[in-house]
């Protein structure tokens, strides 16, 4: 269960090629991890524990902002809703706001513990609404 609470937990190859998680995670290595990654990971791991001692209906959710690919429209029409696509296009950082609204949608997802249907599976149907701040 702790590969699941920590989003740096890694996996490595036994000596059968066979992936295996080991309870080793890459925070302890910074050339690989920021400080700031680091602190990340620890408060949302312990979120997700404290919800009462499991975590059953806790989803969470990191994603690199270079992994969301803004100029890939068929990837943001059939994952974000109109309101999204208008919010996210319009802020300073439009890439940032998409990588943090994804991964907001994710931890919806995680936390509704359906069956994922992989790549296949489209997010367009949660949608994140922002407070009248626009958090």
Known sequence: MDVYLDPLARVSSDKQNNLVFTNK????????VTKSAQET????TKL???????SKGVGVDV??????NVNNTTFIER???????????????PVSSFAGTWSAKEAVFKSLEVE???????????????????R
Do not use: H, M, W
């Open 79 to 93: 994952n974000f809703t109109a309101n999204e696509i208008a919010y996210c296009s319009k802020a300073p950082s």
């Open 116 to 134: 994922s249907k992989g790549a296949g599976a489209s997010l367009k149907d949660i949608e994140i609404l922002r407070d009248s701040n626009e």
């Open 25 to 32: 995670s890459i925070q302890a290595d910074a050339k690989f």
């Open 48 to 54: 997700a524990k404290s919800a009462d001692g499991s």
């Open 63 to 68: 994603e690199l902002i270079s992994a969301i």
């Open 41 to 44: 990971a620890s408060v949302l």
